[in-house]
Every structure is written in C-alpha cells, then in structure tokens.
C-alpha cells in the first residue's frame, strides 16, 4: 500500500502571535509512504527537489535516518498503537524553501504523520494528529495551519492538551511573502531568545493578539495594523536577518500596508495590505535587500484554506 499527502507551507507568530498563531500558503511538499514487501529493508528516506530555492548543502545535511524528524513523527503514532514502524519507503518531493521560515519540517512530520496514520487504518483522530506533530516540532503554530489550512490559533497546555480554533482570514488582505537567498535554523533563531522577558513586554503581547483577533474577526484594517508589533521574538532575531528592520521602518507609516512582519523564526518577512500597489511592495523590499547584496524572491499569495490532503 502507497499513501501521498500533499502539505501547505506555513507562516507561524504573525507578530504577536508567539509560537501560537499560523497560517497556510499555497506551497507544498508531498510526502509518500510506501510499504514495502521485503522484510529487514527498514526504513528508506529519500528526498527530492527541483526548486532552485532549495539550496543544494542544506539539502543534502538532512539526515536521512531515524534522525529525521518524518522517522520520529512517524515511530511515534505507531508507538501509540503499541506497533514499530518498519519496511517503509519514505520519498519527500518538496518546494517549500528550507530554513526560510516557511513550515518546511513541519509540513514534512505533517505529511509522514496523515500518510501513516492511513496505512494504520485512521487510528489517531485529527487532536491526536495535532498533539504528536506540536511534540515532535515544539510548539503547534505551523503544524496547525499545515494539517488544518488557513489562519489559525493553536495552543498546548502544560499537560499537554491541544486547543485550536481556525479564523477566517478577510479576501482582501493580501499575504506577500519575502524570502531571501540565505538559510536561518529555528534552533540558532530561539536560542538567540532570552528566557525571561520584561512584564511590560508580555502585556504589550497579550495586549497586541488580543487586538490582532479582533481586527480579524471584525475585518478592521485599522486596529489590524496596531495590532501586527510583537515585543518577544523580533526584537531579537532582528541582529540574524539583515535589512529586516529597514524594510519594517519602510512600511510603517504606509497606509495600506498593515503590517510587516518575521515569518515563522524567519528570515522571511510577510507583508499584509489591503488595495496597496504590490509592485511597490516588491521593489521596496528587493531594493533595501539589494543593498546588503541578498537577492530575494517576492510573491503575493492568497491563503491556503485547504489543509493537508491525503490520496
Ligand atoms: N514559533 C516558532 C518560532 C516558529 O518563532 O520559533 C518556528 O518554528
């Protein structure tokens, strides 16, 4: 038996959505999980790409061994059921751009996670789903949107109970996504964050997301564009991501453009505007970039309301 799941990218935080709000875009990796007949082949993965954003190095430093976070996602819903997972074929065809900020590993244990529970007969529900993929990746603000699709809010609780609620996102607050031609982990990306921050700090956050919900469910462009500021990661990660502070300063006091925000751990930034001219969004972004001779690919993308998608 051959099962494919086809994965969305995500963008996790959306300013002072820290580790708990996300959103799917439309770019994807497809991971199959094959069984294969032949008993003692263990566990095979291979991955492939043909997009030229995925840098060759970074690809090939992926373990391809049960140091793989798609063979830890997946040894962990079969240790659920009481089973070891063996003689599968793991292939990964992806697109979405590695170390980017854009949900790559996490649409990777998604797919492994739904392509597995398939082959097992659909015995974890879509909390249980949840709950491993938050364990294997640490917080479920990118595997959320990548199995759900679209903007949501995803929480876990100390003992480790999952809530998620999915918001609708307003038709006509454009997502432009900027990537720039160089890697960033999300382990050196949080181990630049301090351990403790300034109260003033964590109520400016609460204060901001509180404000950012309401802006969407309302569909208030205005308070949406107070609300997009975070005090708990950017400030930090600012120093790993050169031009990011210039390209922010650049927009803010645009009408029309909400906000500009870190992708995920970044170094992507997302733009959100509403009837603001998108070229000048590119050019100002591919220009400030120039300067620090970082080349960028700049896309406007529609939300991707469609989750991950078994077949
Ligand atoms: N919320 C996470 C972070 C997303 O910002 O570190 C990256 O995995």
């Excluded at 509180?210 to 400030?235: C, E, G, S």
Aim: glycine fraction near 6%; aromatic fraction near 6%.
């Amino acid at each position: 038996m051959k099962v494919s799941v086809k994965v969305p990218a995500s963008s996790a935080n959306i300013g002072p959505g820290f580790d708990c709000l996300g959103l799917a875009l439309p770019i994807y990796n497809t991971i199959t999980i094959e069984e294969t007949v032949v008993p003692g082949t263990g566990i095979e993965i291979n991955m492939m790409s043909e997009e030229e954003s995925i840098d060759d190095m970074v690809f090939d430093n992926i373990p391809r061994d049960e140091n793989n976070i798609v063979y830890k996602a997946v040894q962990m819903l079969y240790n659920s059921i009481g089973q070891e997972p063996s003689e599968l074929k793991i292939n990964i065809q992806a697109q979405i751009p590695i170390a980017r900020g854009l949900g790559s590993s996490s649409s990777i244990v998604v797919g492994g996670l739904l392509a597995a529970n398939k082959l097992l007969g659909n015995p974890a529900d879509e909390t249980a789903l949840l709950a491993i993929a938050t364990e294997v990746e640490g917080h479920p603000d990118n595997v959320a949107p990548a199995i759900l699709g679209g903007f949501v809010l995803a929480t876990q609780e100390d003992d480790g109970t999952i809530s998620y609620s999915k918001l609708d996102w307003p038709e006509d607050w454009d997502i432009t996504v900027c990537i720039p031609d160089f890697e960033l982990s999300t382990d050196i990306a949080r181990s630049i964050l301090p351990k403790e921050v300034p109260m003033q700090d964590a109520i400016f956050n609460a204060k901001h997301l509180a404000m950012l919900m309401q802006a969407v469910n309302t569909r208030n462009p205005k308070l949406m564009k107070t609300a997009l500021k975070d005090r708990l990661h950017q400030p930090y990660r600012e120093k790993l991501v050169p031009g990011m502070k210039e390209i922010m300063e650049a927009f803010k006091h645009e009408d029309g453009v909400l906000g500009c925000v870190l992708s995920g751990a970044g170094p992507s930034l997302l733009i959100i505007s509403q009837k603001y001219d998108i070229d000048k969004i590119k050019s100002t972004v591919k220009e400030i970039w120039e300067k620090q001779n970082i080349k960028a690919e700049v896309k406007t993308l529609k939300i991707e309301e469609q989750g991950a998608t078994v077949y």
